[in-house]
């Protein structure tokens, strides 16, 4: 198809033929600013001229069928002159392909394909539209973007979370491990800590008070230690013996014969190979006799229901330190440490459930070791807690850790400074939880 020259009718023509100046002049001026916004070259407001001329050309004939304005006008030059200048043209651009010639004077608007929206939304001309693009980044509004723009200015806008890690990706084919329903059980395992949560006994207990549970409880790891025991068996101890207090008188004479046959339970529920009685009875330098301690065996079973299967802070600290990623050697010993600490102090082990002494051990042990962020997206998700709710109980438990070294009970400082411990006791306590005493510390 051979292509048409173009000739642009003048407007000064076109009104001296009988169109109203007026409306025209109104209707270029309307059509000039719908054509600029978007930043569109001045290709497209010459269009708009020309759709406007032949408009009027239209209008001012009476004959139903349009006329066109390109075929209509009278080209000023003879054809030989603009032949002439077409192979010019051509020999120019080194043969390339003409461009077509708009015959149609019927849209007057820009097409979707002319304008591209770029990354900073702004409409270019001349420009197609990627492959893939939405029309909802197009057809968005300039005030949706400067409110976007202001908000990114401002850091207003979300920060994506952390990930939560898949700590039990390692454990697939471990039975023991039971994945499948691991989360379930301690879910279960937050409901039923309230069942047995302990209140403030002490005042039930006319002969005993906290000082004498804790050096108690610092006998009895000493006594765990020397039989090599499993973890579990110290913390269900401890359970044993205050769940017991709560609910029974004990003189200050059986305060002893209660830690030992609270120990022998724990040992038969936990211990592949659990202490004979005789044993028991010796490491306490004989002060109670064989039937002593099965009596006083007999007379917590039936205080407590023979309800042994309950909770405590080491459940949850294995738990715990797994989502603790990376967790190693020493911060588990270090969460050790600050947790059986903790198990000592009556005020501690009254006031808060195991979950969040077990939670707040994890916290400030990360502290202790610099391990930054303090608390992370997988914690949260598996502890249920956040920094707020832990903040209090984690800074309890540094001012034991302060203290420790200075107090008479000495067993758990003794056994987490030894190198088989890793040492943790001799770190210096995490002393930037205790300056602030008002607001719980931002997350690094």
């Not at 001329?53 to 006008?73: C, F, G, H, I, R």
């Amino acid at each position: 198809m051979a292509s048409r020259a173009v000739v642009v009718v003048p407007r000064q023509q076109v009104l001296r033929e009988g169109g109203k100046q007026k409306n025209v002049a109104a209707e270029g001026r309307q059509r000039r600013v719908l054509q600029d916004i978007g930043n569109l070259v001045t290709v497209r407001a010459e269009e708009g001229k020309l759709h406007d001329q032949k408009a009027t050309l239209e209008k001012k004939n009476n004959n139903k069928k349009p006329t066109k304005v390109v075929e209509s006008a009278k080209p000023t030059k003879p054809k030989d002159e603009l032949h002439d200048q077409k192979a010019a043209l051509e020999k120019k651009n080194n043969n390339k392909k003409p461009t077509k010639v708009v015959e149609s004077a019927k849209p007057t608007k820009p097409k979707d394909d002319d304008i591209a929206v770029e990354n900073n939304n702004k409409p270019v001309s001349g420009r197609k539209l990627r492959e893939g693009t939405s029309r909802k980044n197009f057809n968005r509004t300039f005030t949706s973007s400067l409110s976007a723009r202001s908000k990114a200015a401002s850091g207003l806008t979300n920060k994506p979370k952390d990930k939560v890690a898949d700590i039990d990706a390692a454990d697939g084919d471990n039975e023991l491990a039971v994945v499948e329903y691991i989360d379930e059980l301690y879910s279960f395992y937050k409901l039923s800590e309230g069942e047995t949560k302990l209140g403030d006994y002490m005042s039930l207990q006319p002969d005993i008070n906290a000082k004498m549970r804790s050096i108690l409880v610092d006998w009895l790891v000493e006594v765990h230690n020397k039989f090599e025991l499993m973890p579990e068996t110290l913390y269900l101890t401890i359970n044993i013996v205050d769940r017991f207090l709560s609910m029974k008188v004990v003189p200050r004479r059986e305060l002893q014969l209660v830690g030992i046959s609270s120990m022998l339970l724990a040992s038969k529920y936990e211990e592949i190979w659990a202490p004979e009685v005789n044993d028991f009875a010796c490491i306490s330098d004989n002060a109670y006799a064989k039937e002593q301690i099965l009596a006083m065996e007999k007379a917590i079973l039936g205080k407590l229901g023979w309800c042994l299967t309950v909770p405590t802070q080491y459940v949850f600290l294995v738990r715990y330190i797994k989502a603790s990623v990376p967790a190693d050697e020493k911060l588990e010993n270090m969460v050790l440490f600050l947790a059986e600490i903790g198990l000592m102090q009556y005020s501690a082990v009254t006031v808060y459930c195991p979950s969040i002494i077990a939670a707040s051990a994890v916290y400030a042990a990360r502290h202790t070791l610099d391990k930054k962020p303090f608390w992370t997206e997988t914690l949260k998700h598996h502890t249920g807690y956040s920094e707020d709710q832990l903040i209090d109980c984690a800074k309890l438990l540094v001012s034991f850790h302060s203290a420790a070294a200075k107090s008479k009970p000495k067993a758990v400082f003794k056994k987490f400074s030894s190198p088989k411990s890793g040492a943790v006791a001799l770190h210096s306590p995490a002393t930037i939880l205790l300056e602030d005493k008002s607001q719980p510390l931002t997350r690094s």
